[in-house]
């Protein structure tokens, strides 16, 4: 059956939602293009999705990476059923959050001080903000194809034109969207990822007039590209020697490989660090942490406003508590890797037996399928090569057999609740939706 009819109710949907939201969408992300319209779903269960056409899926979107324990897990609905019974609150300190700063200063050792925000686009905008504060001065660099969320202060050159992205080894800023004020440009400089002589130069020129480096350690965000050890290291070198402050926006990273996230994976610690997505449970929560002195800029200890009525919402630090207790608990990322290493072979097994060149770029529980590429791409411009249409139509195709990726997404993963039977039945479906490429 073709997706039309098998989705009457979800294209019907799709009609009445565009008369009342933009695109019939809440987030661009959720438009399917090659549907028309988003996948309207009903619930979801586990690792599962259902769509309001009564289809199951086995997801690998997980809420953009937001439902690492998977969809309703009973710790985080009982957190969310002991924030109701507290009456809701909000605007208000309670224990949990002392708590909750506690138990993640256990987890980064090097982070002095907390605070929390809702959504990942808040938190990294505080941190650039604190960091414009601490130092005085006011330009960030960030690297092409990294996203840090939809504010204004690093809202550029996600996914650039090439042909509006200037030189590989001196890209230009693109803002990502329309209504971001053009001087905004001038206090970004974007550089090529794992390029250390772009970087070198970059803060030599600039060094005296940079406040910050942002980075997605590992860049989910372009399909899940990782940093040499040689780059990372000069990042963290160059950085300190001019009192530059170095961001870690591990949103979308934290948790993914282990509980110390990216920050213990590669060994390499910041000065600020943003955890969002995970981190909740599913709830919209954002943290930002970093070491004491850069904090202490943070209204009311200093200048940097940081204020917010839902801030810290007892909702979520309950959901984040009841998340932090269950990843540490035992065998939790050992059946994670497990997953991702049947998955992972089963893919790249796939793809070469049909002679589909897509390179699967698996690390922790998150994966990019990047298909035309045949080697590790480094940057973004490796990635940008990538045949998008193809990747569009075997998204199609995995939907139509009831394996859920959002389409255009460089990301998709799995959850905890995830079994190795669903990995299997995923594979032989993904199989299936190889052939018809
Ligand atoms: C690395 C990274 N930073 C920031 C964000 C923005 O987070 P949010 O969508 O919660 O605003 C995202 C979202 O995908 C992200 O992947």
């Known amino acids: 059956?073709?997706?039309?009819?098998?989705?009457?109710?979800?294209?019907?949907?799709?009609?009445?939602?565009?008369?009342?939201?933009?695109?019939?969408?809440?987030?661009?992300?959720?438009?399917?293009?090659?549907?028309?319209?988003?996948?309207?779903?009903?619930?979801?269960?586990?690792?599962?999705?259902?769509?309001?056409?009564?289809?199951?899926?086995?997801?690998?979107?997980?809420?953009?990476?937001?439902?690492?324990?998977?969809?309703?897990?009973?710790?985080?609905?009982?957190?969310?059923?002991?924030?109701?019974?507290?009456?809701?609150?909000?605007?208000?300190?309670?224990?949990?959050?002392?708590?909750?700063?506690?138990?993640?200063?256990?987890?980064?050792?090097?982070?002095?001080?907390?605070?929390?925000?809702?959504?990942?686009?808040?938190?990294?905008?505080?941190?650039?903000?604190?960091?414009?504060?601490?130092?005085?001065?006011?330009?960030?660099?960030?690297?092409?194809?990294?996203?840090?969320?939809?504010?204004?202060?690093?809202?550029?050159?996600?996914?650039?034109?090439?042909?509006?992205?200037?030189?590989?080894?001196?890209?230009?800023?693109?803002?990502?969207?329309?209504?971001?004020?053009?001087?905004?440009?001038?206090?970004?400089?974007?550089?090529?990822?794992?390029?250390?002589?772009?970087?070198?130069?970059?803060?030599?020129?600039?060094?005296?007039?940079?406040?910050?480096?942002?980075?997605?350690?590992?860049?989910?965000?372009?399909?899940?590209?990782?940093?040499?050890?040689?780059?990372l290291r000069a990042v963290r070198e160059l950085t300190r020697q001019r009192d530059i402050v170095l961001i870690f926006d591990e949103i979308l990273s934290g948790f993914r490989c282990g509980p110390g996230s990216a920050v213990a994976y590669t060994g390499v610690q910041p000065d600020l660090l943003c955890l969002g997505k995970a981190v909740g449970g599913g709830l919209p929560l954002s943290v930002l942490m970093g070491r004491g002195e850069i904090m202490e800029t943070c209204s009311p200890m200093g200048p940097a406003l940081h204020s917010g009525t839902y801030n810290a919402h007892p909702t979520l630090i309950l959901a984040a508590l009841a998340f932090l207790d269950v990843v540490t608990g035992d065998g939790f990322y050992a059946h994670l890797d497990a997953l991702g290493e049947r998955l992972y072979a089963g893919l790249r097994e796939i793809m070469a037996r049909r002679g589909i060149a897509c390179w699967v770029q698996g690390v922790g529980a998150r994966f990019g399928l990047l298909f035309g590429l045949e080697s590790e791409p480094r940057n973004y411009r490796d990635v940008a090569r990538q045949n998008l249409a193809l990747a569009d139509r075997f998204h199609l195709a995995c939907l139509e057999r009831g394996v859920f990726m959002a389409q255009g997404s460089p990301h998709h993963g799995y959850s905890a609740a995830h079994t190795l039977d669903d990995i299997d039945t995923t594979l032989e479906r993904m199989d299936e939706a190889a052939a018809t490429l």
């Open 1 to 231: 059956m073709t997706s039309t009819a098998r989705l009457l109710a979800s294209r019907q949907l799709g009609e009445r939602a565009v008369r009342s939201l933009p695109g019939g969408v809440n987030a661009s992300a959720r438009y399917n293009r090659a549907l028309g319209h988003a996948l309207f779903v009903s619930h979801g269960q586990g690792a599962y999705l259902w769509d309001v056409d009564g289809h199951r899926y086995i997801d690998y979107c997980m809420s953009h990476g937001a439902a690492l324990l998977g969809h309703g897990h009973p710790a985080i609905v009982q957190a969310v059923q002991h924030a109701s019974e507290m009456g809701i609150l909000c605007s208000c300190e309670t224990e949990h959050q002392v708590a909750l700063a506690e138990r993640l200063k256990a987890l980064f050792p090097s982070m002095d001080l907390v605070r929390y925000t809702c959504t990942g686009t808040e938190d990294t905008w505080h941190a650039v903000r604190i960091a414009r504060a601490y130092t005085g001065r006011m330009g960030v660099i960030k690297f092409e194809g990294h996203y840090h969320g939809v504010n204004d202060s690093v809202g550029f050159s996600h996914w650039p034109d090439l042909d509006r992205a200037g030189p590989a080894d001196q890209p230009r800023p693109v803002a990502d969207s329309a209504g971001i004020p053009p001087h905004s440009a001038e206090l970004i400089t974007i550089l090529p990822f794992n390029d250390i002589e772009a970087l070198e130069r970059a803060i030599e020129a600039q060094g005296d007039e940079l406040a910050a480096v942002i980075m997605e350690p590992i860049n989910y965000d372009s399909g899940g590209l990782v940093p040499t050890n040689a780059f």
